[in-house]
């Protein structure tokens, strides 16, 4: 495909800015689901509803709300066009619509969009193999307007570790008054100022920690991210796809 074209809900967050300023010379920027009275830069159309939208696109890349995802599945399927979302905090019952609708159009799902993060998955993986009588704990921050939290990224590290080794996930201790059981993983969230997401994962052994960390310093990671797997994607049969699937194909 020569220039894919994309159409993004939630192009007048954050994200979406992050999107705008990154792209990419094969990639035109169609239009976008958003809030009308935000102005964009090169007069990109901007929709209040799905069913309002009147243009062509290759692919849906999602930087929204969660609450608003199963609306995008269903514009999806209704434009019978590959969508990649990369919004968090998303319920159980939006992430079985999501796998349904797999099974007729491409669907790419992660967390985290940057390589880093998968990296970091890898890594605190081998340690816990390595390190099996560490303790493990997890802390994340993030800005101070991200609304869920432990963050999605939190979740899919903590749900890795849980492969590893039988973890219970721990997010308060503050009504125990006991020592910490060995088959505990802490996670603990931090909000504010303007950090776009830092993760640390720690390996507490006798007399020594070894800390894995992953520190964005812009969305932009992000938004590279979800272009090279909305390249990805465009390319392949229905089905669900992640960060793994698009590494493992190379």
């Known amino acids: ?29 169609v239009g976008g689901i958003g809030e009308k009275v935000i102005k964009i830069k090169d007069k ?20 929204s709300a969660a609450n608003k ?12 066009t590959p969508i990649l979302v990369a919004t968090t905090g998303i319920s159980k019952t939006t992430m079985e619509k999501m796998n349904k609708t797999a099974l007729k159009i491409p669907v790419f799902y992660s967390q985290n969009m940057s ?12 340690a816990a193999i390595l390190l099996e009588d560490y303790d493990i704990e997890l802390i994340e921050a993030h800005h101070r307007y991200k609304k869920d939290s432990p963050s999605g990224t939190a979740y899919l590290l903590a749900k890795a570790l849980q492969e590893i080794r039988d973890l219970e996930v721990v997010y308060d201790r503050s009504p125990k008054n006991e020592c910490r059981n060995k088959k505990e993983l802490g996670i603990f969230s931090v909000r504010g100022g303007t950090v776009p997401g830092d993760h640390s994962v720690l390996f507490l052994g006798e007399d020594e920690i070894l800390e894995l960390k992953h520190r964005a310093y812009s969305k932009k990671i992000f938004a590279k991210g979800a272009y090279k797997a909305g390249k990805w ?13 698009m590494v493992k194909d190379g």
């Open 115 to 126: 390589y880093g993060i998968f990296v970091l998955k890898k890594l605190i993986q081998n």
């Open 1 to 29: 495909m020569d220039n894919l074209r994309i159409f993004i809900t939630g192009i007048t967050g954050a994200m979406g800015k992050a999107l705008l300023e990154t792209k990419e010379e094969d990639i035109s920027i």
């Open 69 to 80: 995802v199963s609306d995008w599945l269903d514009f999806a399927l209704s434009t019978n």
């Open 233 to 245: 994607l465009v390319k392949q049969k229905p089905g669900f796809y992640s960060m793994e699937d």
């Open 44 to 63: 990109i159309p901007v929709f209040d509803k799905w069913k309002e939208v009147n243009i062509d696109f290759d692919l849906i890349i999602d930087f």
